[in-house]
């Protein structure tokens, strides 16, 4: 992770954009007055990645996608829809 400020950001945009398409660094912090303000991460990086339920986020377990679609007929019925 690197971080500069805004002005520094600027100047050197072009190297910062280059380190991150490269993977030579994973986001870059964007300070003002030395408070982080903003975050540059590589497109299909962090941003990309597979989004998990808040009960299931970072244990490691991964869905059963068929059984959750599956209730999605169940719900459905309920509501009469």
């Given at each position: 992770m690197s971080s500069?400020?805004?002005a520094?950001?600027?100047?050197?945009?072009?190297?910062?954009?280059?380190a991150l398409a490269s993977g030579?660094?994973?986001?870059h912090v964007i300070k003002n007055r030395n408070?982080?303000?903003a975050i540059i991460l590589p497109y299909g990086g962090s941003?990309?990645?597979e989004r998990r339920f808040g009960?299931?986020?970072?244990?490691g377990k991964d869905i059963d996608w068929e059984a959750?679609?599956?209730m999605d007929d169940d719900i459905a019925?309920?509501?009469?829809?």
């Open positions: 500069c400020t805004i520094e950001t600027k100047n050197s945009l072009s190297a910062i954009l280059a030579a660094e994973q986001e408070v982080p303000v941003v990309a990645k009960f299931a986020k970072d244990d959750f679609d599956a019925d309920m509501f009469g829809v």
